[in-house]
């Protein structure tokens, strides 16, 4: 039996279970990161800590062996897997919060690209905060954001890019909202890790987000704004 076998989760205290959930998503070991998340769990931490700390600090670990040519895709494949199984746990917590309706996102990841973990996060996040998701899911061309915006009852448009080579076509969905003339009928929040705030307004959205709460925050800002115009007549 190696040493890996011999560690029980439980018996760890709070950081070395952090340590070693950062191993076990490292080595794409979803029961044991559901293990881990019930436990820290189970002695109150928040789940957004959880999350956070545990899960998306397991995945910097393998983002950075991934772009050193350490890990390869079927790992990071793994690793993705182990991480949803954490987040499916977190997911009605963080939704569960009772907060009133804040308004409607429409959030997807753009075409070319298959990330859907940030994506994701997000959606779990506003949720939580009050807001109705609608997610349309990964590689999306102009066309299905656009169905998703005429379904109607949109608030606000979330796009998600993870690669240098997809960021691009944030604009063209922005401009494809220009030509239609219904670009300021909604909030077009833009994120992903290779994105920066100045790509955000060089492409035309209202506002690049770091991280998930960082997307609940802004969210609720321009819907705060979008109350006060509409009661100021
Ligand atoms: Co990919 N991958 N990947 N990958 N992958 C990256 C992005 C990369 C940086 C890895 C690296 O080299 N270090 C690199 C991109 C390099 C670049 O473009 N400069 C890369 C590459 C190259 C590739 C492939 C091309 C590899 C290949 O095939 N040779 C390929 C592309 C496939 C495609 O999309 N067409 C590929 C494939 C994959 C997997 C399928 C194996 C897997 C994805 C599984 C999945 O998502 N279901 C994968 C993964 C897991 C990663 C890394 C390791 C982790 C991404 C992740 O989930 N992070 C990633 C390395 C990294 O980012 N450090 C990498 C955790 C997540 C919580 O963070 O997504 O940043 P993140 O989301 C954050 C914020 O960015 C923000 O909030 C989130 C939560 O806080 N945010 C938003 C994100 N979207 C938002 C939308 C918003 C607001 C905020 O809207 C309002």
Known sequence: MSDEEDIILSELPDDELVLQMHDDLYDGLKEEIEEGVNILLGRDWAPYDVLTTALVGGMTVVGKDFRDGILFVPEVLLAANA???????????????????????????????????????????????????????????????????????????????????????????????????????????????????????????DAYCRDAAVAVETAKEFMARKHNALAAG
């Open 83 to 205: 991480m949803k199984g954490g987040m499916a746990i977190l997911k009605p917590l963080l939704a569960a919060t009772g907060a009133p309706r804040m308004g409607t996102m429409v959030i997807g990841t753009v075409k070319g690209d298959i990330h859907d973990i940030g994506k994701n996060l997000v959606g779990m996040m506003m949720e939580g905060a009050g807001f109705e998701v609608r997610d349309i899911g990964i590689n999306n061309a102009v066309e299905s954001y656009l169905e998703a915006l005429d379904a109607g009852d949109v608030d606000i448009l979330g796009m998600s890019a993870l690669l240098t080579t997809t960021m691009p076509y944030m604009k063209v969905v922005i401009d494809t909202l220009v030509e239609k003339g219904i670009r300021d009928d909604y909030t077009v929040l833009v994120g992903g890790a290779p994105l920066n705030e100045e790509f955000g307004k060089a492409i035309g959205a």
